[in-house]
C-alpha cells in the first residue's frame, strides 16, 4: 500500500488535534472528581478523549507501509506526554483564566484586522478588503499567587528544543497575543504582565 507524501503532514496534524482536544479538556475540569455523565476521573476522561480523536487508521497506513520505523508520534508516546503535560508542576502556579463570561479561556478564536495596511479589490468578487490575521488562543493562564497571564500554545513538533523556542519565538504569532488579552479579558497586558510560552 502506498501512502500520498501529505499524509506525514495529515498524521501530525491529526495527532496534533488529538493531544490538544485532550489537553484542553482536562485543563477546564481538571478540579472536578467525577466528569458526568460517565462517572470518569479528568484524567481518564481525557485519555478517553485522546482515544476518540487519534487517526488509528492513518496511522496504520503508515505502519504497513513503512514510514513509521522510528515514528515518534504514537498513540503510546502521546498517551505518555499528554500524562506528562497533567503531572507537570507547572499546574500548580497556573489556572486556566475566565472570559469575562465566566467561560474558560481555551481554543479563544482571534481575527486582527490590518487596517492601516490599508484595503484592496478582492481580485474574484471585487469586494474592498483588509488583510487580516486569524487564528486560535490554546489558552490564557493566570498565575495564581501574583495575576500575571500566561498564554500558551501548544506545539506538537519532533523538532529539538532549542529548534522548536526559536521558531515559535520568531514566528510572529506571539506578539498578536497581547492585543488578544486585551479585547478577550479587558485588561491590560502591558500593566497586568504576560508571557508567552
Do not use: C
Request: charged share 25%; net charge negative; hydrophobic share 40%.
Amino acid at each position: 500500500m502506498q501512502v500520498p507524501a501529505s499524509e506525514g503532514v495529515g498524521l501530525a496534524a491529526d495527532v496534533g488535534t488529538a493531544l490538544h482536544e485532550s489537553t484542553q479538556y482536562w485543563t477546564a475540569h481538571r478540579h472536578e472528581s467525577k466528569v458526568e455523565p460517565y462517572g470518569f476521573t479528568p484524567e481518564e476522561m481525557s485519555d478517553w478523549i485522546l482515544t476518540e480523536w487519534w487517526p488509528f487508521a492513518l496511522e496504520r497506513r503508515r505502519l504497513i507501509a513503512g514510514f513509521a520505523k522510528d515514528y515518534k508520534r504514537t498513540f503510546g508516546n502521546t498517551l505518555l506526554l499528554l500524562q506528562a503535560i497533567r503531572d507537570h508542576r507547572f499546574w500548580d502556579q497556573w489556572e486556566v483564566a475566565r472570559l469575562p463570561d465566566g467561560s474558560p479561556a481555551i481554543e479563544l478564536p482571534f481575527r486582527i484586522v490590518h487596517r492601516s495596511l490599508g484595503s484592496f479589490k478582492h481580485p474574484v468578487n471585487g469586494v474592498e478588503t483588509f488583510l487580516a490575521t486569524q487564528g486560535k488562543i490554546d489558552w490564557i493562564l493566570q498565575n495564581r499567587y501574583d495575576g500575571r497571564y500566561m498564554v500558551t500554545d501548544l506545539k506538537t513538533t519532533i523538532q529539538d528544543a532549542i529548534a522548536a523556542d526559536a521558531s515559535f519565538r520568531h514566528s510572529g504569532q506571539a506578539g498578536q497575543y497581547g492585543l488578544v488579552l486585551n479585547q478577550a479579558l479587558g485588561i491590560d497586558w502591558r500593566r497586568h504582565g504576560m508571557e508567552v510560552t
